[in-house]
């Protein structure tokens, strides 16, 4: 088969290698579409390294459909479509134990601590299958990881019908939480970010949430103008590597100023440079702060909504390329994330 091989951190190479074999409780999997993710551009710049086994097959959001099937596989059936939910933990730590699997000590992910889903098959356990309807078209099913992390965010912060929202960060995840914040709240949502494109990108899609760019004016006295200086009951951290610009604060901070009394704050942007608090901000308020990594069994729930037509895959995708030219798809999202925020390789 074919695949895009990361023979070294920033080059890609479209190589021939062995179609993967599969066990009794595994199938193969035909992938149609896959997803670059902002954690594959960490491992496609080293971030990841030593994690990352150079060389190897990245990948860990794609769609595709059962080709063939171990005789021990006993709920999929060959023709199924099938999102692959690549998270693997282990069973054994505490926080396994308890049943909280983003929590697992030892977690890896197909794609980024193994071979993954930037080829033409993958061979996966049953267990990590989840059936997509023939309704959402392979394009949209190869969405359902980066979609599951939205909803696994609002499920982690709480969010409930009639909250109030601002999202930090336009980025994949920013407007992933705000696809899955639609479906739960219809109260006020604001996204921020500094560029302008982005919330464009995302005022296009739902013309009724609040963008501010936070590189004209501050968002927090912005927030609290619309909400009568109350804030909003919770607040998303999807930044990341913040760039600061106008005396602005860092974005969590920004996020604990403008949640109301006892609301919530729940981080997700992957910085390696410390976000400077002032706790008291937090006491004052009684508030909290949580953190939302990969999902949970959100999968089911993204899968439900992208089956009913509520959400918008469409708004997320801003280029379909061939998977050969997955070198470019990397180059477009690092030299240029104004105009491009989703690349999907068409395998």
């Keep these: 088969m074919k695949a895009a091989v990361l023979s070294e951190y920033g080059k890609f190479t479209w190589s021939e290698v062995d179609t993967p074999d599969y066990n009794e409780d595994e199938v193969l999997v035909k992938i149609e579409y896959a997803s670059i993710c902002g954690s594959d551009q960490h491992v496609f710049s080293g971030d990841f390294h030593p994690r990352t086994p150079v060389p190897f097959v990245p990948g860990h959001e794609f769609a595709g459909r059962i080709v063939e099937a171990g005789n021990g596989v006993n709920v999929f059936k060959v023709g199924d479509q099938v999102a692959v ?43 990590m299958l989840y059936k997509v309807a023939d309704t959402v078209t392979p394009l949209h099913a190869a969405l359902t990881e980066v979609l599951s992390i939205g909803f696994h965010a609002i499920n982690r912060a709480g969010v409930t019908d009639k909250d109030a929202i601002a999202i930090f960060g336009t980025g994949k995840v920013g407007n992933c939480i705000l696809q899955a914040a639609k479906t739960r709240t219809s109260g006020q949502i604001f996204m921020v970010d500094i560029i302008e494109s982005r919330l464009q990108r995302a005022k296009k899609a739902y013309p009724d949430i609040i963008t501010i760019d936070a590189s004209v004016e501050n968002p927090v006295e912005r927030i609290m103008k619309e909400t009568g200086n109350n804030g909003v009951d919770v607040a998303f951290e999807s930044v990341g590597h913040a760039t600061l610009v106008n005396g602005n604060l860092h974005p969590v901070r920004q996020c604990i100023q403008s949640i109301r009394g006892a609301g919530t704050v729940c981080t997700l942007g992957l910085a390696d440079d410390p976000a400077p608090l002032v706790m008291k901000e937090l006491i004052w308020k009684e508030a909290k702060i949580v953190a939302s990594r990969v999902s949970h069994g959100e999968f089911k729930e993204a899968i439900e909504h992208l089956e009913k037509g509520d959400l918008k895959p469409e708004a997320l995708i801003s280029d379909v390329i061939e998977a050969s030219d997955i070198q470019n798809g990397f180059a477009m999202l690092e030299e240029d994330p104004q105009n491009h925020l989703k690349v999907m390789l068409k395998l």
């Design 85 to 127: 939910d690549p998270i693997i933990w282990c069973g054994e730590c505490p926080a396994c134990k308890r049943g909280h699997y983003p929590a697992c000590t030892s977690l890896k992910l197909l794609g980024i601590d193994m071979d993954g889903g930037f080829a033409e098959y993958v061979a996966v356990p049953e267990k």
